[in-house]
Nanobody, 122 residues
């Protein structure tokens, strides 16, 4: 059974930084696109960032462009999301996900983690 486990969430003040990690197991991590999504209370799940299987291509949602950076380490089966200049609007549960094809579309992603809470105080 595929396993994706997010970590690194927490409470941070406006302007602060957090680094999320997503540890993957039980599938060929290096063959999958990895993505990060987030969901705030009462809102739909939203695309945050994606990275291709070999790490050569990345894309970001408009609201995080220039502040967040997605990366991966295929040797460690781990994806990362570095979040800088955090704002209260970034408050959400953050999910990592895996897809066979590259792109931001949520329906591309077949494997999902349980999520980690990020709260940004004003």
């Amino acid at each position: 059974q595929v396993h994706l486990v997010e970590s690194g969430g927490g409470l941070v003040q406006t302007g602060g930084s957090l680094r999320l990690s997503c540890a993957a197991s039980r599938f060929t991590f290096s063959s999958y696109t990895m993505g990060w999504f987030r969901q705030a209370p009462g809102k739909e799940r939203q695309f945050v960032a994606t990275i291709s299987a070999n790490g050569a291509s990345t894309a970001y949602g408009g609201s995080v462009q220039g502040r967040f950076t997605i990366s991966r380490d295929n040797a460690k089966n781990t994806s990362y999301l570095q979040m800088n200049s955090l704002k209260p609007d970034d408050t959400a549960v953050y999910y990592c996900a895996a897809a066979r094809s590259y792109g931001p579309g949520i329906h591309n992603y077949e494997f999902w983690g349980q999520g980690t809470q990020v709260t940004v105080s004003s």
